[in-house]
C-alpha cells in the first residue's frame, strides 16, 4: 500500500509560481511512476506530469508544458510539481497519483491506482 500527501495549493495571481509537494510513504517499488493530475468543477480529471521514480524520465502535457516542471527527492520521499507563469485556467483540485506500469507516458487517471486527497490551486486575474 502507497500513501500519498499533497502540499503547497493556495491563491495567486496570475503570472506567479507555486510548488506542489506529495509526500510518498507505504511501500514503494522501483517501476513507479508518479504522477499529476488536476481537476476543475464539472470537468474531468486531467493529466498534467508524470515522473519516472528510477529513472527521472517525465512527461507532460501540452497545456503545462514550459511552464511546469516535475521533479523527485529521494531523500524526502516526494515528488513535487513547480507551476510557473500560472495562469486562471490553471485553476482545480490537483491530485498526486502512482501507477505500476513501468511507463512515463501514461495520461488515463484511469491507470493510476493511488492518489492523495489533493490540494486547492486557485489562480485569479
Known amino acids: 500500500q502507497v500513501q500519498l500527501v499533497e502540499s503547497g495549493g493556495g491563491l495567486v495571481q496570475a503570472g506567479d509560481s507555486l510548488r506542489l509537494s506529495c509526500a510518498v510513504s507505504?511501500?514503494?517499488?522501483?517501476?513507479?511512476?508518479m504522477g499529476w493530475f488536476r481537476q476543475a468543477p464539472g470537468k474531468e480529471r486531467e493529466f498534467v506530469a508524470a515522473?519516472?521514480?528510477?529513472?527521472?524520465?517525465?512527461y507532460y502535457s501540452d497545456s503545462v508544458k514550459g511552464r511546469f516542471t516535475i521533479s523527485r527527492d529521494f531523500t524526502k520521499n516526494t515528488v513535487n510539481l513547480q507551476m510557473n507563469s500560472l495562469k486562471p485556467e490553471d485553476t482545480a483540485g490537483y491530485y498526486c497519483?502512482?501507477?505500476?506500469?513501468?511507463?512515463?507516458?501514461?495520461?488515463?487517471?484511469?491507470?493510476?491506482?493511488?492518489w492523495g486527497q489533493g490540494t486547492q490551486v486557485t489562480v485569479s486575474s
Open positions: 515522473i519516472s521514480w528510477s529513472t527521472g524520465n517525465t
Open positions: 507505504g511501500r514503494t517499488f522501483s517501476t513507479y511512476t
Open positions: 497519483a502512482a501507477n505500476l506500469l513501468g511507463r512515463v507516458a501514461v495520461t488515463s487517471h484511469l491507470d493510476y491506482g493511488y
